[in-house]
């Protein structure tokens, strides 16, 4: 079955181009897409930190990187530092973490929209990305995501490049969907 041609088109690259870049209106168009992002109450906790290759920002944000993560990150136009407020005048804001997801695919849709591709990022240092850039207690660092052109699978080594060009897999159907009962396939069909 085919979803959107929006959705089927995001994965997750590791080959970027080193040369790619992302205009400032591209960069804002991302973030605005995360803006308009549904939340608890639309408490809206999403929060971002942005840096453009050749910055010091970006080179902040690279910093933090797990070593596999630099092997390819180095190459995005931009590093975008996402994070969770937990906290506003009201007090705690619910289920934080969850609204952060829910704009960071908005972001990474509209990358996609751009003619860009985007890669989210769990592998770095939350702690120093909190020294860094002194982050204030209620901020929780979720994913820095990598924004830019998609390059050539070449520019990857071995190991990568196999994992790139590896068919990406899901869980069937069966397995995530049921109804009636908890196990019991929602759709007949199975993929
Ligand atoms: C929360 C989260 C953390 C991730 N962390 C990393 C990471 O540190 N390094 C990496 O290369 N990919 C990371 N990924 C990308 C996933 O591996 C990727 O989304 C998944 O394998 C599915 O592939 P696809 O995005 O191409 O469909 C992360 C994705 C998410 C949503």
Same mark, same amino acid.
């Given at each position: 079955?085919?979803i959107?041609?929006?959705?089927?088109?995001r994965?997750?690259?590791?080959?970027?181009?080193?040369?790619?870049?992302?205009?400032?209106?591209?960069?804002?168009?991302?973030?605005?897409?995360?803006?308009?992002?549904?939340?608890?109450g639309?408490?809206?906790?999403?929060?971002?930190?942005?840096?453009?290759?050749?910055?010091?920002?970006?080179?902040?944000?690279?910093?933090?990187?797990s070593?596999?993560n630099?092997?390819? =990150? /180095?190459?995005? !136009?931009?590093?975008?530092?996402?994070? +969770?407020?937990?906290?506003?005048?009201?007090? &705690?804001?619910?289920? $934080?973490?969850?609204?952060?997801?829910?704009?960071?695919?908005?972001?990474?849709?509209?990358?996609v929209?751009?003619?860009?591709? =985007? /890669?989210?990022? !769990?592998?770095?240092?939350?702690?120093? +990305?909190?020294?860094?850039?002194?982050?204030? &207690?209620?901020?929780? $660092?979720?994913?820095?995501?990598?924004?830019?052109?998609?390059?050539?699978?070449?520019?990857?080594?071995?190991?990568?490049?196999?994992?790139?060009?590896?068919?990406?897999?899901r869980?069937?159907?069966?397995?995530?969907?049921?109804?009636?009962?908890?196990?019991?396939?929602?759709?007949?069909?199975?993929?």
């Open positions: 079955m085919s959107h041609p929006l959705l089927a088109a994965w997750s690259p590791r080959a970027l181009d080193p040369a790619g870049e992302v205009t400032p209106a591209q960069l804002e168009a991302v973030i605005e897409a995360a803006r308009w992002a549904p939340s608890n639309n408490t809206q906790p999403a929060r971002f930190l942005i840096g453009t290759r050749g910055t010091p920002t970006f080179e902040s944000i690279f910093a933090l990187l070593t596999r630099q092997g390819w =990150a /180095h190459a995005a !136009a931009a590093l975008i530092l996402t994070c +969770a407020e937990t906290e506003n005048r009201k007090g &705690a804001i619910p289920m $934080p973490e969850y609204g952060v997801g829910l704009a960071a695919e908005n972001l990474v849709l509209q990358a929209a751009e003619g860009l591709v =985007a /890669h989210q990022m !769990a592998g770095f240092d939350k702690e120093e +990305a909190r020294a860094v850039f002194s982050l204030p &207690a209620s901020i929780r $660092p979720q994913v820095v995501i990598a924004v830019g052109k998609l390059g050539d699978p070449s520019l990857l080594d071995d190991e990568r490049r196999a994992k790139e060009e590896a068919p990406r897999r869980l069937p159907l069966s397995e995530i969907a049921f109804t009636g009962e908890w196990g019991n396939p929602a759709f007949s069909a199975d993929r």
